[in-house]
C-alpha cells in the first residue's frame, strides 16, 4: 500500500487512514477523480489537511484538493460575484427575503430577550455559509471536471448535507461515533 501512516496516531485512526488510502488508490485505478473539500467548515481546512498530510506523497498525488483560492478562483464564483451576470431578480429578491427573516427573527429575539431580561444573538449568517458551501461543492465539481450531478459528495456534516441537496448533489452521509449523540 502506497500510504504512509504516522505511528502516533491511535489504531482507530490508523484503520481510518488505511481505509481512506484504500478508497484513494481504488477510485485513481478506476480513473475517478476523488477531490476533498477542504474550505466550507471552519475546522474543514485543517482537518483534510491534516489527513492528506498523513496519506503520504503518493496517495497525496492522486486527489485534488479545492481550498479557499481555489473557490475564488472558480468559474462559478466568478460567476456569481459578477453583478451584471446574477442569475436574475428571482435570486436577488430570495437573498433579500432571507435576509429580512433574519433580521425580523434577530428583532423578535431581542424583544423577548429585554422583556425578560437576558441576551440574545442569533445567528444570522446561515445564508452565507450555505452559499460558501454551495461554492465549494460546485467547485470541486469543477475542478474534476465534471457536472454536478455527476459527482457524489461524501458529507460528515448536516451542512454539506444540505448543500448537496441544493445543488442537485448526489450524497453518501458518514456518521462517526466520535460526533454522533443518538
Known amino acids: ?108 429575539a431581542e424583544e423577548v430577550a429585554s422583556m425578560l431580561k437576558l441576551s440574545v444573538d442569533i445567528d444570522t449568517r446561515l445564508s452565507e455559509s450555505s452559499e460558501k458551501i454551495i461554492a465549494a461543492l460546485r467547485a470541486g465539481a469543477e475542478v474534476a471536471g465534471l457536472p454536478v450531478c455527476d459527482c457524489v459528495l461524501i458529507a460528515g456534516s448536516q451542512s454539506g448535507v444540505a448543500g448537496a441537496e441544493r445543488v442537485g448533489l448526489p450524497c453518501v452521509v458518514l456518521r462517526s461515533r466520535y460526533r454522533s449523540s443518538c
Open 1 to 108: 500500500m502506497p500510504c504512509l501512516v504516522s505511528p502516533l496516531f491511535p489504531t482507530v485512526k490508523t484503520h481510518f487512514l488505511l481505509s481512506i488510502c484504500r478508497f484513494v488508490d481504488d477510485a485513481y485505478k478506476k480513473g475517478i477523480s476523488v477531490v476533498v473539500l477542504t474550505t466550507y467548515s471552519k475546522s474543514g481546512d485543517q482537518i483534510a489537511r491534516s489527513i492528506v498530510e498523513k496519506l503520504g506523497e503518493e496517495s497525496i498525488s492522486k486527489l485534488k484538493i479545492v481550498g479557499d483560492k481555489e473557490v475564488e478562483q472558480s468559474l462559478y464564483t466568478q460567476l456569481v460575484n459578477d453583478t451584471r451576470l446574477s442569475s436574475g431578480v428571482d435570486e436577488q429578491l430570495a437573498k433579500e427575503a432571507i435576509k429580512a427573516v433574519s433580521s425580523e427573527k434577530q428583532r423578535i
